[in-house]
């Protein structure tokens, strides 16, 4: 009797050991990495120590799944003996029936629900004991690894390695994307604040992947003037332009030969007396700063940084003018439009009783994405004139209806082989919601 006791002991130790092998696999997968760092970052040696577990997390599961394995095959055989010496043969399926059900329940189920629930503590309770685990069982986890790999590559299965930056950045964007949202599954997408913050933090995510052509104020619609106007003329028409910096050319547009800042100019109006036909525009202008229209926003973002400057002209391949882009069109990618009082909200853009909004032909597919939520694709183009123009393949006369992306464009005007006022009528939001759910 003392034997069967013994055993009875020993298969309840090991199916505590069980439990404890399940707890840790499902916490130290489960527990935020985002929190472990930010821990770690503080001192706490639990969460350093999880973090390490998560840096060779091959020989984590390994250890875990090994230990695991021989604790249940363990507790089964001494349970089926037992069995078998007091039962005979049926005790073999005594044994398995019982072993099945306290295994299943109290070695992996109950552990692991427990874990799930309570996965940064639990992993940082864990954290130390499972080093010392898989320290000692490290030789042996490597043999199965390294079994496991070359059973793999006979099927031409290969593990990438050093995929680690681009995994955590699509776990941080499913992150972003559940923020705010409905916890109980629905397609609702929450508070208005939420979708604001998600759109935000989409926003500093995409930065290194879009150009600074694609948020650039046109050439088109550039203010610059000619150096050689008279001082006076130059001057009236500085003040009375609402903006700060201001390129100056000399013989033709694409001759940009400074910046003049409203400050320097009001600084030599004041040295000059009030004179205003003494003030030399040119010399008082800063030199240009030339940057390519391939130049990403981040990239431009930490060169404004680097330079203290707010203002850069923008040229293409061939070096002429493409436009400029400043600081703020860069903040405004992130957080929105920053409106000041010489602003006009939008552009461009006019709501229709109907539901339709007449658009400038100008008017960037990005801004109407971020101003009306309007998901268009801007990869062929950056202007709302510029995707018809891609997606109809030709020139469309006035008049003309195109319908793309479940949008309706009627051409309102073109001057010359120019789009310059469309129609653009919206889907239906019960439409949009069900092209979100049918992609």
């Given amino acids: 009797m003392d034997l069967i006791w013994l ?55 390994g250890a875990i799944l090994l230990g695991n394995n021989v604790v249940n095959i363990t507790a089964s ?19 398995s029936v019982a072993m099945t059900a306290l295994v299943l329940i109290f070695g992996e189920v109950l552990p692991k629900t427990w874990a799930i629930h309570h996965a940064d503590r639990a992993a940082m309770a864990v954290a130390p004991p499972i080093r010392r685990v898989v320290w000692l069982l490290a030789p042996i986890t490597r043999v199965v690894q390294l079994a496991v790999n070359a059973v793999l590559s006979l099927f031409g299965v290969h593990v990438p390695k050093g995929s680690g930056v681009s995994v955590s950045v699509e776990e941080l964007r499913g992150a972003i994307e559940l923020h705010g949202r409905d916890d109980r599954g629905g397609d609702d997408d929450g508070p208005r604040e939420a979708q604001r913050e998600r759109a935000m933090l989409r926003s500093i995510l995409e930065l290194d992947d879009v150009a600074v052509s694609e948020i650039m104020i046109h050439r088109r619609r550039v203010v610059a003037f000619d150096a050689d106007q008279p001082a006076e003329q130059l001057v009236d028409a500085i003040l009375a332009s609402p903006y700060t910096r201001i390129p100056v050319w000399r013989s033709t547009p694409d001759n940009i030969i400074g910046v003049l800042h409203a400050k320097a100019l009001l600084r030599a109006l004041k040295a000059q007396a009030g004179q205003v036909g003494s003030v030399d525009i040119a010399g008082i202008a800063t030199p240009p700063w030339f ?5 990403t926003l981040l990239a431009q973002l930490e060169a404004f940084r680097r330079r203290r400057e707010h203002f850069a002209i923008v040229v293409d391949e061939y070096g002429s003018l493409g436009g400029i882009v400043t600081l ?9 439009n920053i409106d000041d009082e010489h602003d006009v909200v939008l552009q461009g853009v006019r709501p229709q009783p109907d ?19 309007w998901h268009l694709p801007d990869d062929n183009a950056s202007t709302i004139a510029g995707l018809v123009l891609n997606e109809a393949r030709t020139i469309p006369d006035a008049g003309q209806v195109f319908a793309f992306h479940s949008f309706r464009f009627e051409v309102l005007r073109r001057q010359r082989n120019q789009i310059t006022t469309l129609r653009v009528t919206p889907p239906a939001p019960e439409t949009l919601t069900a092209a979100d759910g049918s992609s």
Avoid: C, Q, W
């Fill in 7 to 61: 055993t009875v002991l020993a298969i309840l130790a090991l199916l505590v050991l069980s439990a404890f092998f399940s707890a840790s696999e499902t916490a130290l997968t489960a527990a935020s990495r985002p929190r472990m760092h930010a821990l770690a970052k503080e001192g706490n040696r639990r969460a350093r120590l999880v973090e390490a577990l998560h840096a060779e997390k091959e020989r984590l599961i």
């Fill in 328 to 336: 703020e069109d860069i903040l405004e990618e992130i957080v929105g």
């Fill in 77 to 95: 055989s001494l349970a089926t003996g037992a069995m078998v010496g007091l039962f005979g043969e049926r005790g073999v399926v005594y044994a």
């Fill in 291 to 295: 940057i390519p229209e391939t130049t």
């Fill in 355 to 373: 539901g339709s909004y007449i658009v400038a032909g100008t008017v960037t597919l990005r801004d109407l994405a971020r101003e009306l939520d």
